[in-house]
């Protein structure tokens, strides 16, 4: 069953195109990456699917209801969360507070905030770290930082964007491990990401977008495989060194 359905999704700012007549689902419990060069739209969707725009046209359905036009707050509490490319923590807080914050939108009593936010820092590896300050954390734990955060208002969907970027090749197989984590949780995730390797060992389902259009879907394999894909995005030579490497699909 979809938990997300996005249907002929346009965002027009002005003339320009950003997401254009988008369609796809997300699967209850799956994890769908969506990829596609700079500019190609994949945050105005997490932005449009999270309440944070209105879409121009178009239908959001989550979870069986329509979503198209509700406020942020009401799409995060429906348990639809998105971080963000550029992390936001509140930097005089420490991690553990900033956890905080997540679990007690969820409306948490003390006590049960205080357990949802040791969970969610220990899923997201941050344990160690929950009495620093927020704002002197490396860039990796600030990443981490904000899934943790996003994780403690417990949402069905929880959507990263480009939560990898920055991180060195250690730290990614670390968020790759979480993202796997969560999975399990039974949590359905939708993730923006550049590195390519990262993306096809965790998605059940890859979504492509060029210019504001879907260009291709498809499994992972499918879509090193897509001439369309590899003309706009991938380019042959990543593809042939990414099926060399045998990390095309977590499932093989
Ligand atoms: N708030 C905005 N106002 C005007 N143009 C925007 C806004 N947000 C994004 N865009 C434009 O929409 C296009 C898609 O951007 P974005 O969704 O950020 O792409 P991606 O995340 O795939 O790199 C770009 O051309 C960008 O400049
Ligand atoms: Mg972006």
Same mark, same amino acid.
């Given at each position: +069953?979809?938990?997300?359905?996005?249907?002929?999704?346009?965002?027009?700012?002005?003339?320009?195109?950003?997401?254009?007549?988008?369609?796809?689902?997300?699967?209850?419990?799956?994890?769908?990456?969506?990829?596609?060069?700079?500019?190609? %739209?994949?945050?105005?969707?997490?932005?449009?699917?999270?309440?944070?725009?209105?879409?121009?046209?178009?239908?959001?359905?989550?979870?069986?209801?329509?979503?198209?036009?509700?406020?942020?707050?009401?799409?995060?509490?429906?348990?639809?969360?998105?971080?963000?490319?550029?992390?936001?923590?509140?930097?005089?807080?420490?991690? +553990?507070?900033?956890?905080?914050?997540?679990?007690?939108?969820?409306?948490?009593?003390?006590?049960?905030?205080?357990?949802?936010?040791?969970?969610?820092?220990?899923?997201?590896?941050?344990?160690?770290?929950?009495?620093?300050?927020?704002?002197?954390?490396?860039?990796?734990?600030?990443?981490?930082?904000? +899934?943790?955060?996003?994780?403690?208002?417990?949402?069905?969907?929880?959507?990263?964007?480009?939560? =990898?970027?920055?991180?060195?090749?250690?730290?990614?197989?670390?968020?790759?491990?979480?993202?796997?984590?969560?999975?399990?949780? %039974?949590?359905?995730?939708?993730?923006?990401?550049?590195? =390519?390797?990262?993306?096809?060992?965790?998605?059940?389902?890859?979504?492509?977008?060029?210019?504001?259009?879907?260009?291709?879907?498809?499994?992972?394999?499918?879509?090193?495989?897509?001439?369309?894909?590899?003309?706009?995005?991938?380019?042959?030579?990543?593809?042939?060194?990414?099926?060399?490497?045998?990390?095309?699909?977590?499932?093989?």
């Amino acid at each position: +069953m979809a938990l997300l359905e996005v249907r002929n999704l346009t965002m027009k700012f002005g003339s320009l195109v950003a997401c254009n007549d988008v369609s796809f689902d997300v699967e209850k419990g799956s994890v769908v990456g969506l990829i596609g060069p700079n500019g190609a %739209g994949k945050t105005t969707l997490f932005n449009c699917v999270s309440g944070f725009y209105k879409p121009t046209s178009g239908k959001l359905i989550f979870d069986g209801r329509d979503v198209t036009n509700l406020p942020a707050y009401e799409v995060a509490r429906l348990g639809a969360v998105r971080t963000f490319q550029v992390v936001r923590p509140l930097k005089e807080m420490t991690v +553990m507070d900033n956890v905080l914050v997540g679990a007690f939108l969820r409306g948490a009593d003390a006590d049960t905030a205080h357990k949802v936010a040791e969970e969610c820092l220990s899923l997201c590896r941050l344990e160690d770290k929950s009495h620093n300050l927020a704002g002197g954390l490396p860039i990796g734990y600030k990443k981490r930082l904000e +899934m943790a955060r996003a994780l403690a208002t417990g949402p069905n969907l929880l959507m990263l964007d480009e939560a =990898m970027a920055g991180l060195t090749s250690t730290e990614i197989k670390e968020a790759l491990e979480i993202i796997k984590g969560l999975r399990e949780r %039974g949590i359905t995730l939708l993730v923006v990401e550049h590195i =390519m390797e990262a993306i096809m060992s965790v998605a059940d389902m890859v979504v492509v977008l060029d210019g504001g259009v879907k260009i291709a879907e498809g499994t992972p394999r499918e879509i090193v495989e897509d001439e369309k894909v590899i003309t706009a995005y991938l380019g042959a030579k990543f593809t042939e060194r990414l099926k060399r490497s045998g990390e095309v699909t977590r499932n093989d």
